[in-house]
C-alpha cells in the first residue's frame, strides 16, 4: 500500500506533538506530587495509570493516522516530540506551575482559616437559637395542651347541666 511522503510527514509530526503532550501532562503529575506528598504506593499506581492511558492513546493515534502499522519515524517523533519538551519548557513549565499551585494552596489555606471562624461561630448561634426556640415551642405546646383539656371539661361539665 503505497503511503505519499507529505502524509507520513504528517504522522511524524503528530507523533511529535504526542511525544510534547505526553511529556506536558507528566509534568502536570510531577507538580501535583510537589504539592501534595506521596508515598511509593500512590506514585507506582498514578504512572501505572497514566502510562496505561498514554498507550491506550498511542494506539488510537496509530490506528488512526497510519492503519496500525508502526513504523520507526513514529517512535523517533515521539522521542524528538518529548526531548523537544523536555529542553524547552520543563523547567520553566514546572518552576511556574509549582509556584502557581502553591500559591493556591496557601490561599485556600489562609481563606479557609480565616472562615471557618464567623461560620463556626454563626453556626452555633444557629444551633443554638433553634434549640433555645425548640424548648421555648415545648413549653408553648404543654401550655395549651392544658387549657384545651380544661376547656374540653369545661365544655363537658356545661353539656351535662
Known amino acids: 500500500m503505497p503511503v505519499s511522503i507529505p502524509a507520513e510527514i504528517t504522522f511524524f509530526l503528530y ?23 506521596h508515598n511509593v504506593f500512590w506514585i507506582a499506581a498514578e504512572d501505572l495509570f497514566f502510562w496505561m492511558a498514554a498507550g491506550i492513546l498511542l494506539f488510537l493515534m496509530v490506528f488512526d ?11 523517533f517523533g515521539l522521542l524528538a516530540g518529548a526531548l523537544a519538551w523536555y529542553f524547552l519548557f520543563d523547567r520553566l513549565l514546572i518552576a511556574g506551575l509549582t509556584r502557581v499551585l502553591l500559591f493556591l494552596k496557601m490561599t485556600v489555606i489562609s481563606v479557609w482559616k480565616t472562615g471557618r471562624k464567623p461560620v463556626l461561630f454563626l453556626a452555633k448561634r444557629f444551633v443554638w437559637t433553634f434549640h433555645f426556640l425548640g424548648k ?22 356545661g353539656s351535662k347541666r
Open 15 to 37: 507523533s511529535m506533538l504526542y511525544g510534547a503532550a505526553f511529556f506536558f501532562a507528566y509534568d502536570i503529575l510531577r507538580c501535583i506530587r510537589r504539592m501534595i506528598v
Open 136 to 157: 421555648k415551642m415545648k413549653k408553648i405546646g404543654r401550655f395549651f395542651r392544658k387549657r384545651l383539656k380544661k376547656g374540653t371539661k369545661i365544655v363537658k361539665i
Open 65 to 75: 493516522k497510519n492503519s496500525g502499522s508502526l513504523r520507526g519515524f513514529f517512535f
